[in-house]
């Protein structure tokens, strides 16, 4: 069982910056791909970057290509997103997500792919 906490959101103004993190406990952080995925009022829970076990791979989604940064220390048990230039439509709840890889070389893209989740944080981006 892997228990995953997140903290750092909260409200910002447009052009911003929010770093979230993601502190992960219970069974060993390693061998798990990290994800962060967001979801706004009405809509569907979207992946906005992955990372793999070994933080050699990552992906973002486009609509936040070269805003955000993902990345995480093993040492600590902990990702972290890091959202700069926030824009309105980044408003939503963050939620950080673990899924077992024995590789530590691929990252998920789709929920069904993860295993455990956290309970989510706000972010809220006035325009």
């Known amino acids: 069982q892997v228990q995953l906490v997140e903290s750092g959101g909260g409200l910002v103004q447009a052009g911003g910056s929010l770093r979230l993190s993601c502190a992960a406990s219970?069974?060993?952080?390693?061998?798990?791909?990290m994800g962060w995925f967001r979801q706004a009022p009405g809509k569907e829970r979207e992946v906005v970057a992955a990372i793999s076990w070994s933080g050699g791979n990552t992906y973002y989604a486009d609509s936040v290509k070269g805003r955000f940064t993902i990345s995480k220390d093993n040492a600590k048990n902990t990702v972290y997103l890091q959202m700069n230039s926030l824009k309105p439509e980044d408003t939503a709840v963050y939620y950080c997500?673990?899924?077992?890889?024995?590789?530590?070389?691929?990252?998920?893209?789709?929920?069904?792919?993860?295993?455990?989740w956290g309970q989510g944080t706000q972010v809220t981006v006035s325009s």
């Open positions: 997500a673990a899924g077992r890889d024995n590789s530590g070389s691929y990252y998920y893209t789709d929920t069904y792919e993860y295993d455990y």
């Open positions: 219970g069974r060993t952080f390693s061998s798990y791909a």
